[in-house]
Structure formats: C-alpha cells, structure tokens
C-alpha cells in the first residue's frame, strides 16, 4: 500500500538549538494560574448574579480572589528566594504557607463575616478558584523544562 500523505517540508540543514530551563518558572506559573482562576471566577459571579443577585457575585469573587492573593503570594516567593537560593524555595514554601494560613485566620476572626457575604457563594467561588488554579499549575509544571544536572563546562582548544 503506499500514502497518499504529504510528506511536510523538508528539514533544515541548521543545527538544533540548545534547550534550557524554563526561565521565570514561577512567575509563568503565576501568570498562566491567575488567567485560570480569574476566568472561572467572572463566569461563577455572572452565575452567582443571575442566580441571587449583586451579593453572591460579590461573595463568589471575593471567596475566589483570597485563593488567588493565598497561592500568588507562594508563588512569588518562590520566584524572589528561587532566583539567590534555589534549594531554599521549598523550605521558604514551608514557611510562608505557615505564616499565611496563621496570618489568613488571624485576619477573617478580627474582621468577621460582612453582612453582605453569601457564605454559599463564597465557597463556590473559592473551591472555583482553587480548582482551576491548581489545574493551571499541575498544566504550567508539565510543560516546564527544569534543568536537573549542571551542565559541564566546556573547555576551549589550546593553540599550540
């Protein structure tokens, strides 16, 4: 049997480049993360509007906006510590998850719930965000080239 297939275009004759790392991972991942989370979110508080009018956007947005503000502060972290000490990331990571939870928690009990705030659509709006987030990271993560051994260094020829 033979194909009727077209063959494509004809390789070049130049030299394949050289395929490093992923530069700015972290702030890649910020930005392809918050485009997710960020359009859920407008769909969830048209929903939420239609559904239980001003008040359940406004809850679905700001339920999925701390998410966001949550997960973007690590990310930014690990952009600031991972470019001077990349093996100290994850240990920063550790850390400021710490800090923001304790800190998230000091937070909503000082402020308490406004009386605008539909608890229902808060939920749906920060599970909404947590989702697509997380989605948009393990996606961003997967097409990330991570250099994991140095590359040795290369020794120009003497001239004798």
């Known amino acids: 049997m033979t194909s009727n297939a077209d063959s494509g ?3 070049g004759n130049g030299p394949v480049g050289v395929s490093g790392p992923t530069h700015s991972l972290w702030l890649r991942l910020l930005a392809l993360s918050s485009a997710a989370a ?3 979110l407008v769909l969830c508080s048209v929903i939420a ?3 239980v009018g001003v008040n359940g956007a406004l809850s679905a947005a700001s339920g999925g906006l701390l ?3 949550f997960f973007g502060i690590s990310l930014l972290v690990g952009h ?3 470019r001077s000490n990349p093996s100290g990331a994850i ?3 550790v850390a400021t998850y710490f800090i923001k939870v304790v800190g998230f928690a000091i937070v909503l009990f000082l402020i308490g719930a406004p009386e ?3 608890g229902r659509w808060f939920l749906i709006g920060a599970v909404a965000a947590v989702v697509l987030w997380q ?5 961003g993560f997967s097409k990330a080239r991570l250099q994991i051994y140095n590359d040795p260094e290369t020794k120009e020829p003497r001239d004798v």
Request: aromatic share 16%.
């Open 49 to 51: 509007a239609l559904m």
């Open 91 to 93: 240990g920063m990571f």
């Open 38 to 40: 960020g359009a859920g």
């Open 116 to 118: 605008w705030l539909d």
């Open 135 to 139: 989605a948009a990271e393990i996606y």
């Open 9 to 11: 275009p004809a390789s």
């Open 80 to 82: 600031f510590v991972g």
């Open 67 to 69: 998410v966001m503000l």
